[in-house]
């Protein structure tokens, strides 16, 4: 026949029990079409009384024959299909052997059903313990039908913290909790957070409801916890839960007829209601780390929101103000008369009318915009073009009257605090050292510096209009001064409620990370005993 036996055939036979002596003779027996046992002997290195074994239980598997030839016992395999007919027989006597132990087992299973219905008691011992039973409570996903008398107020509980998370994990996982519970002060106040807690609450007569422990029915199994023992036990068993349950709903469809007795109109309870479900779920939001990020990137996004609108508000508003300082130097330009300011160029012409006359007309200027802090004229100087000097200014009606030797005469022009040589008052002449880009550009027109600017008399946006004579010519530049703290004082009467609000914000995010903290500490605690 000269093939060879399978590998699969092989493994298969060898997972089937075939001993390596009998693997042996079927590979040799495969290679060569028959063969004595002497020969396979000599094959083999096996002695004939083990391969003489090992062939008798291949004959009586049928898959090997035994043949005289010359008066010679010669073993021999025909085919394969030999091997393939035992493999099939022993794969159905398999088949067989699995289904006659799966029905032993579905047999044991209705054995442990009937023994299910015997009462099984489990025991829990300490706050630890306490905590496990109300966890185990919640593997069954169904409603929790809960007795308890109202002992203590919330804030005083010892599992204050461990309710919490309890709350968490019956809320995601939807869990509704229905409580009958004594009619009491304590109650009623345990009552009113029913919307928060995920769960509903009905008092009735302590008479009707005589409790020192709590009872909670779920499922085929009655917990029971005693808070003053720390300690706690389930009992399962399916008949005695299904008849508390029926006593619970009794009691409770009764309570909850007399409460509605009042209102007619009100439904009773199908479903959960939609403001338990509401605030119930908010509250669990609020508690979850989930809720620490968004309110951490609401606080950076308002942070970032507040500053932007700053920043636009704080634009806008200088803008505003460049308008007003142009406004007011064009009106205010109109009132002065050029023949006046071209009589005033050096320091001895404060004598003349026309002096008093310019100067009084810009401090009427001034007066009547409550925002300027100064209003002057300045002129470019007849020897340097690239140089101003001052003409007049509205504070100076007596050049000298800031220079009294005793200081309480003397007046804090700049508003720093303090009174110095940046306070002194002008003359026709005196040299102006310090003016911005813009004047210059205000002899082709009404001009208002592009951004503040600050020099000794403090920090500025200015308005400039030209002073033209007959002829159009620009003898001098009138120009009017308000001060940068305007635009603050501005931003901070617009922003008032927004700071507020973002201060009220960062308060809330502050305590909540802070409470966030406390209950995570306690866990911490309880995680550690």
Not at 326 to 342: F, R, W, Y
Not at 383 to 400: G, I, M, Q, R
Not at 472 to 487: H, K, M, P
């Given at each position: 026949m000269?093939?060879?036996?399978?590998?699969?055939?092989e493994?298969?036979?060898?997972?089937?029990?075939?001993?390596?002596?009998?693997?042996?003779?079927?590979?040799?027996?495969?290679?060569?079409?028959?063969?004595?046992?002497?020969?396979?002997?000599?094959?083999?290195?096996?002695?004939?009384?083990?391969?003489?074994?090992?062939?008798?239980?291949?004959?009586?598997?049928?898959?090997?024959?035994?043949?005289?030839?010359?008066?010679?016992?010669?073993?021999?395999?025909?085919?394969?299909?030999?091997?393939?007919?035992?493999?099939?027989?022993?794969?159905?006597?398999?088949?067989?052997?699995?289904?006659?132990?799966?029905?032993?087992?579905?047999?044991?299973?209705?054995?442990?059903?009937?023994?299910?219905?015997?009462?099984?008691?489990?025991?829990?011992?300490?706050?630890?313990?306490?905590?496990?039973?109300?966890?185990?409570?919640?593997?069954?996903?169904?409603?929790?039908?809960?007795?308890?008398?109202?002992?203590?107020?919330?804030?005083?509980?010892p599992?204050?913290?461990?309710?919490?998370?309890?709350?968490?994990?019956?809320?995601?996982?939807?869990?509704?909790?229905?409580?009958?519970?004594?009619?009491?002060?304590?109650?009623?106040?345990?009552?009113?957070?029913?919307?928060?807690?995920?769960?509903r609450?009905?008092?009735?007569?302590?008479?009707?409801?005589?409790?020192?422990?709590?009872?909670?029915?779920?499922?085929?199994?009655?917990?029971?916890?005693?808070?003053?023992?720390?300690?706690?036990?389930?009992?399962?068993?399916?008949?005695?839960?299904?008849?508390?349950?029926?006593?619970?709903?009794?009691?409770?469809?009764k309570?909850?007829?007399?409460?509605?007795?009042?209102?007619?109109?009100?439904?009773?309870?199908?479903?959960?209601?939609?403001?338990?479900?509401?605030?119930?779920?908010?509250?669990?939001?609020?508690?979850?780390?989930?809720?620490?990020?968004?309110?951490?990137?609401?606080?950076?996004?308002?942070?970032?929101?507040?500053?932007?609108?700053f920043?636009?508000?704080?634009?806008?508003?200088?803008?505003?103000?460049?308008?007003?300082?142009?406004?007011?130097?064009?009106?205010?330009?109109?009132?002065?008369?050029?023949?006046?300011?071209?009589?005033?160029?050096?320091?001895?012409?404060?004598?003349?009318?026309?002096?008093?006359?310019?100067?009084?007309?810009?401090?009427?200027?001034?007066?009547?915009?409550?925002?300027?802090?100064?209003?002057?004229?300045?002129?470019?100087?007849a020897?340097?073009?690239?140089?101003?000097?001052?003409?007049?200014?509205?504070?100076?009606?007596?050049?000298?009257?800031?220079?009294?030797a005793?200081?309480?005469?003397?007046?804090?022009?700049?508003?720093?605090?303090a009174?110095?040589?940046?306070?002194?008052?002008?003359?026709p002449?005196?040299?102006?050292?310090?003016?911005?880009?813009?004047?210059?550009?205000?002899?082709?027109?009404?001009?208002?510096?592009?951004?503040?600017?600050?020099?000794q008399?403090?920090?500025?946006?200015?308005?400039?209009?030209?002073?033209?004579?007959a002829?159009?010519?620009?003898?001098?530049?009138?120009?009017?001064?308000?001060?940068?703290?305007?635009?603050?004082?501005?931003?901070?009467?617009?922003?008032?409620?927004?700071?507020?609000?973002?201060?009220?914000?960062l308060?809330?995010?502050?305590?909540r990370?802070?409470?966030?903290?406390?209950?995570?500490?306690?866990?911490?605690?309880?995680?550690?005993?």
């Open positions: 000269n093939a060879v036996l399978p590998s699969g055939i493994s298969y036979l060898k997972e089937a029990g075939f001993s390596a002596t009998e693997m042996l003779l079927l590979r040799k027996l495969v290679e060569d079409d028959s063969l004595t046992i002497r020969e396979l002997a000599s094959k083999t290195g096996k002695s004939t009384g083990v391969l003489d074994q090992a062939m008798k239980k291949l004959m009586t598997k049928k898959i090997a024959q035994k043949n005289i030839i010359n008066d010679q016992p010669r073993y021999s395999i025909n085919s394969l299909d030999a091997v393939l007919r035992w493999v099939k027989d022993d794969m159905n006597h398999r088949k067989n052997t699995l289904e006659r132990r799966h029905e032993n087992f579905e047999s044991f299973i209705a054995t442990l059903k009937v023994d299910k219905k015997r009462p099984d008691i489990e025991h829990y011992h300490g706050s630890d313990g306490i905590k496990q039973a109300y966890l185990k409570l919640l593997e069954s996903g169904k409603e929790l039908l809960t007795l308890t008398p109202i002992l203590t107020l919330t804030e005083a509980d599992l204050r913290l461990f309710r919490v998370e309890y709350f968490r994990k019956r809320q995601v996982r939807k869990i509704f909790q229905r409580i009958l519970a004594p009619d009491s002060t304590l109650a009623r106040r345990f009552q009113s957070r029913d919307p928060f807690e995920y769960r609450t009905l008092l009735v007569p302590e008479t009707d409801l005589p409790l020192t422990f709590e009872k909670t029915i779920v499922g085929d199994t009655i917990a029971c916890f005693n808070f003053a023992e720390e300690s706690a036990c389930f009992l399962r068993y399916p008949d005695l839960a299904n008849a508390e349950r029926a006593q619970f709903e009794s009691l409770w469809a309570q909850l007829n007399h409460d509605q007795s009042g209102n007619s109109s009100a439904p009773l309870l199908t479903q959960i209601p939609l403001q338990t479900r509401i605030l119930s779920s908010l509250r669990e939001f609020v508690l979850s780390p989930r809720s620490l990020a968004i309110f951490a990137i609401l606080a950076l996004l308002s942070a970032a929101l507040t500053l932007g609108f920043e636009y508000n704080r634009e806008l508003n200088f803008q505003v103000l460049r308008e007003k300082v142009s406004t007011i130097a064009a009106t205010g330009v109109l009132q002065i008369h050029p023949e006046d300011v071209e009589k005033l160029k050096v320091e001895e012409d404060w004598h003349k009318p026309e002096w008093a006359r310019v100067i009084n007309t810009m401090k009427k200027i001034r007066e009547q915009n409550s925002d300027t802090l100064f209003v002057y004229i300045i002129r470019k100087t020897n340097d073009s690239t140089k101003f000097e001052f003409v007049a200014d509205s504070h100076s009606l007596n050049p000298y009257a800031n220079v009294d005793d200081p309480t005469n003397n007046v804090d022009l700049n508003h720093n605090g009174y110095d040589s940046e306070d002194y008052l002008q003359w002449g005196q040299p102006y050292d310090t003016a911005p880009r813009e004047a210059f550009s205000a002899y082709d027109g009404i001009v208002a510096t592009t951004q503040f600017y600050e020099d008399w403090g920090k500025m946006v200015t308005g400039y209009a030209p002073i033209k004579n002829s159009g010519s620009t003898v001098a530049i009138f120009a009017v001064d308000i001060e940068a703290s305007i635009l603050d004082q501005r931003g901070r009467e617009t922003f008032v409620p927004i700071y507020s609000f973002l201060i009220l914000f308060c809330f995010v502050f305590v990370l802070l409470a966030w903290g406390q209950f995570m500490t306690g866990k911490t605690r309880m995680s550690g005993r």
